[in-house]
């Protein structure tokens, strides 16, 4: 299970993808708890990755992930852009320099995403935010790194960023607008947690298509 | 999703103009395009593309003051027309549009060196942070004053790195005014509203000065420490992007305490009597610093957007009784329109204690588009 930097940019393309599918879905339940624009923002963000990784050639897998980070940053806005600006940015970092990746990279690089977004958003576990539904699925990813049935450690972790979402349902938010609402925020699910869900959803989908 | 068709009709109508500074009146021919919207809401605005609003307002701005400010090349950044100033700290703060004449305005001689405009409500992006305060560096440092929102914070953050990054000296102070939103170290915290502009105006006159990066960050953190402000709001406004009110309210409901994106308040009720809404918002805000008997303040009475100058002086007058019945004495009182919500119809309230320093800060000139004193 490897990838090269082409590979890798077909996986960007699906995760840019399925923001763009979710749009409406993620601006719906933004504008239930913060201000209504979360998929508006991501999907004019990840617009602009897709323009970015198709206007020229990259070799390094570490530049791929920093230009998307970049790319994010400068275009998404609001909380999200810095959030999962530096999530893809120290990706790259993990990487930096690879021309290939393989399944430790991908872990690398998914554990490297959650402590960026931890020290930009200054956030923890409980408080409504993309870690409830990240933390999860890096924490299988790190915990089963040596078993050999990878795409069931990856089917595992996915479904554990899927209850991260449910669970901020029953929990308050602490950070961002939807902290304002207090206890109203309860029964609504993050819009964060949701669109870093779909986004490993889109990358695991496409990494076991391509490992066949 | 809400899609805009073809404008319905265009009226021409003469409408009385006022600049900021009600110094010359035009009469001016505006055209009026009525939007229609899918689900039947309308918004009528003065627009051209809802796209287009943050840039074409800042060309307008540089249009009417080109000897105050220009506009940075490519980016949605308001910087002095002499940026950068040798020697001085520079001043840089920012945020979402639909706040004017917050930030752009108040840049200028003795307030800030550049104001970064995000889209409406939302905060600008690292990337035209960074380009402000690389244009405004004259090699004494630059403070970056943030109002207390994620987004807000963590992109001045970002911005603020980059710019450490390249050798730049960089502080930062955020602006947690609004006592509205109960403080709580666990969570976002207290929002900034109108007391930025004080902020503005004192770390501004400290840098004017000639202060050191430290001792402008002081200044602006003391400001920070003794300015307190609540709002209320008679009508939401209509983001131009999402062509709907943010909130509704019913014809005779209005809303305490929501913030000026039109974040929820801590109370919606029948709408009640001018004095009677001071009465709340002055209690809230002179127990929660507290402000004492022997005090001495600055005022500031700030409409939302659509609230007439008449009512900001009703809602003065009470003002300044309460603060007599309280043995606080005014210092300085402004009134008009500092930190907007679009068409918001609404105002907020903002004291601030003053020592020797923050008066003598306070008192000294300012000369920018939206924000003048001798």
């Known amino acids: ?212 | 999703m809400i899609k805009i068709t073809k404008p319905r009709d265009k009226k021409g109508i003469k409408m009385p103009f006022f600049d900021w500074h009600d110094s010359c009146l035009l009469i001016i021919n505006v055209n009026i395009d009525v939007y229609h919207f899918e689900g039947g809401l309308e918004m009528k605005k003065l627009i051209n593309n809802p796209e287009h609003v943050v840039e074409e307002m800042l060309e307008g701005m540089v249009a009417a003051f080109p000897g105050y400010v220009r506009k940075l090349e490519g980016f949605n950044v308001i910087v002095r027309a002499d940026a950068p100033v040798k020697g001085k700290v520079g001043l840089v703060s920012g945020g979402g549009s639909g706040h004017e004449p917050s930030h752009a305005g108040f840049v200028g001689r003795g307030m800030l060196d550049a104001g970064v405009a995000g889209a409406v409500f939302t905060s600008p992006t690292p990337d035209q942070i960074f380009e402000a305060v690389k244009a405004v560096d004259g090699g004494a440092g630059v403070l970056l004053i943030i109002k207390n929102y994620t987004g807000d914070v963590m992109n001045f953050e970002m911005a603020g790195e980059m710019a450490e990054m390249e050798g730049i000296k960089v502080a930062k102070v955020v602006v947690n005014d609004d006592v509205a939103v109960e403080n709580s170290t666990y969570t976002t915290g207290r929002r900034g509203i109108a007391g930025t502009v004080f902020v503005h105006k004192i770390a501004g006159a400290k840098a004017q000065a000639g202060g050191t990066l430290e001792e402008v960050k002081e200044a602006a953190e003391k400001v920070i420490a003794n300015v307190r402000s609540m709002g209320m709001a008679l009508t939401p406004c209509v983001v131009p992007a999402a062509g709907k009110p943010t909130f509704t309210l019913a014809e005779d409901e209005m809303e305490i305490g929501m913030g000026i994106h039109g974040e929820p308040g801590t109370m919606r009720t029948k709408i009640m009597k001018a004095d009677e809404i001071v009465e709340h918002l002055m209690s809230k805000i002179l127990k929660d610093l507290p402000f004492k008997s022997g005090d001495e303040v600055a005022v500031m009475i700030n409409g939302l957007g659509a609230t007439p100058i008449m009512e900001q002086f009703i809602m003065n007058n009470k003002v300044s009784k309460i603060l007599k019945e309280n043995g606080i004495k005014v210092h300085r009182t402004y009134i008009g329109e500092y930190m907007t919500s679009l068409e918001m119809a609404g105002a907020s309230i903002t004291l601030l204690k003053l020592d020797k320093e923050l008066k003598e800060l306070l008192d000294a000139p300012a000369d920018t588009p939206a924000f003048r004193q001798l």
């Open chain 1, 1 to 212: 299970m490897s990838t090269d930097a082409a590979g890798l940019v077909k996986i960007l393309e699906a995760v840019a993808d399925k923001i763009n599918e979710n749009r409406e879905f993620l601006t719906e339940l933004d504008s239930a708890i913060g201000d209504a624009d979360h998929g508006i923002n991501m999907s004019k963000g990840f617009s602009a990755v897709l323009e970015k990784l198709h206007s020229q050639e990259f070799g390094d897998c570490g530049a791929i992930l920093k230009t998307v980070g970049m790319t994010l940053v400068s275009t998404v806005g609001g909380a999200s852009g810095p959030l999962y600006g530096t999530a893809f940015m120290r990706a790259g970092q993990a990487v930096a320099g690879k021309s290939s990746l393989n399944f430790d990279d991908f872990i690398a690089i998914m554990d490297q995403a959650l402590e960026g977004i931890k020290y930009r958003g200054k956030a923890q576990r409980g408080e409504k935010t993309i870690i409830d539904s990240l933390e999860p699925a890096v924490e299988i990813l790190k915990n089963e790194k040596d078993s050999t049935d990878r795409k069931s450690v990856m089917n595992k972790a996915l479904n554990a960023a899927k209850e991260g979402v449910e669970y901020t349902r029953s929990i308050i938010a602490k950070k961002g607008r939807a902290s304002y609402l207090g206890e109203r925020s309860i029964g609504h699910q993050d819009p964060g947690a949701t669109s870093c869900y779909l986004m490993l959803q889109a990358a695991i989908q496409k990494i076991k298509e391509m490992s066949g």
